[in-house]
């Protein structure tokens, strides 16, 4: 998995708008494997006090999150990607029968692109699971070994999902001559449609190592100074 502390310093320059979008995304992404492998490692460890309730709070927030990445990514990176190139579900080697059929509609209200497709089945289980524990205060054995193995195979596609952004989206991005016309200076790790736009960004500040917040801030600083 690449860091994006040193995707700023190699990679990436904030100078220009192709690279901040970039720069922006990496840091959310890692925001969210980060989380994700703290939600899991409680798990684990059996250390979360409120049970049921606890943990269905923490993997909401997660999921919250990766619905705005989602939603965000789309937004910023297809006017860039597609009409540079079209890359068909068999060049990502996808299943085109590959679907959740029960979440068709919020798929396509949503906009979203293949990864996350392939992921919200696996979002739904670990749902499903939890949803048959609502009442009961403490997670039985039984309980948390179904959670511990839908949170290491949503963790296994999230892993290819960041595959895909640092190995196809992002260097055509790089390499393109097509500009997104959304501003990337000032929006991408906000949400517009809510009232405390920042939501995202203090969840993020919860959620990644020192190293990971120093790299936010220095993005907001720069953000700040160029808007």
């Known amino acids: 998995m690449k860091n994006v502390s040193s995707e700023m310093n190699s990679v990436y320059s904030l100078s220009d708008k192709q690279s901040m979008i970039c720069v922006q995304a990496s840091l959310l992404y890692e925001a969210l494997t980060a989380r994700l492998e703290t939600i899991y490692d409680r798990l684990v460890d059996q250390i979360e006090p409120g049970g049921v309730r606890e943990f269905e709070n923490h993997f909401n927030n997660w999921i919250s999150v990766f619905l705005f990445f989602s939603d965000q990514t789309q937004r910023y990176f297809s006017p860039i990607v597609k009409p540079e190139q079209s890359l068909s579900l068999q060049d990502l080697n996808f299943d085109e029968g590959k679907t959740c059929i029960s979440n068709l509609d919020l798929i396509n209200e949503l906009g979203m692109d293949e990864m996350t497709v392939d992921i919200i089945p696996l979002v739904q289980d670990i749902l499903n699971v939890v949803a048959d524990e609502i009442g009961k205060t403490q997670l039985i054995p039984r309980t948390q070994r179904h959670l511990q193995r ?75 100074r160029n808007n």
């Open 150 to 224: 839908g949170l290491l195979r949503l963790k296994t596609e999230i892993v290819d999902y960041g595959d895909v952004l640092h190995t196809i989206t992002f260097p055509l991005i790089q390499t393109s001559s097509i500009e997104s016309d959304v501003d990337a200076r000032s929006g991408f790790l906000q949400d517009q449609d809510a009232d405390e736009k920042d939501w995202v960004i203090e969840w993020m500040r919860e959620s990644l190592s020192e190293t990971g917040i120093l790299a936010l801030e220095s993005i907001l600083d720069g953000i700040s």
